[in-house]
């Protein structure tokens, strides 16, 4: 599960066509040695999906069972799973039978012993997103030995992650920004808001519709009602307002009664 070490990252960069052999299962000796001391990071549906698995809110979870990673490059805040603190570095979800979240474990975690990555490339005149993958290959994870043999894209499918990307798609293309001209650093306010619109949906939502967001937004009626009742809408409407705050696309619209007031 990422963020392996980079002595553990093989350098090829494959395909979803790339084949590879190897089995995870109760028996192997290695079981649950990946769940320990290792960086996890969290994606939006990720916390979605924990948090409601658990039922407490998303502040709750990120509270307990999180903690938060700028990235030194891009100033992005992520959040990571937290392991113990003791000298085995558990996990919370682990135990001896394994994942105890298992039908709702993280992305990274569905992914491994693959790991996943997206870059910008020239296609003709236009810059295009790609997603490429690479293998994870730590001296304890004994998964390799098997003979069962599979596509990159036949594991994806089999660990239920298509979903997962399906999901973080658009979020994930946010975080290429620092790729685009013109995008700065993130001030501690900007990152405070997507810190929130990432993760802290119920905090997210709260903000929405406690504050003064309707009067100064012009939302579609359908719209607001959706993202009141379902949760992935709300997720998905935090990708938009993300892509507005940080000026990568005129996605939401200012009011015109809310700029005649403050013009005045
Ligand atoms: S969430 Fe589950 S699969 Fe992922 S590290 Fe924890 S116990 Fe292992
Ligand atoms: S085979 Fe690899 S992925 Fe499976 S439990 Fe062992 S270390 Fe973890």
Known sequence: MPLPSMKDIEPTQLTLNSRFKF????????????????????????????????GITSEEFLEKYTYMHIDEKTSHPF???????????KCP????????????????????????????????KKTVDEEFYFFVREAHCLGYQSDREWSINEWKVNQGAELY??????WKTILLRDGIPGQERLNDQKRAMF?????????????????????????DRDEIEKIKTDEIALMKFGFKYLKYILMLEETLKVKKEYLKNNNQ
């Open 23 to 54: 089995r995870c299962h109760k028996g192997v000796k290695c079981f649950t040695q990946c769940c320990s001391k290792i960086d996890i990071l969290l994606t939006p549906y990720d916390i979605l999906r924990m948090k409601n698995r658990l």
């Open 79 to 89: 959040a990571l799973l937290k392991m113990s603190n003791d000298k085995e570095g």
């Open 93 to 124: 979800f682990v135990t001896a039978d394994g994942c105890t979240i298992y039908t709702d474990r993280p992305l990274n975690c569905r992914y491994y012993p693959v790991g996943q990555a997206i870059h910008k490339k020239l296609e003709g």
């Open 165 to 170: 990307d399906d999901m973080n798609r658009e």
């Open 195 to 219: 810190y929130m619109a990432s993760y802290d949906l119920d905090r997210f939502k709260s903000y929405i519709f406690g504050g003064r967001f309707l009067d100064v937004f012009d939302i």
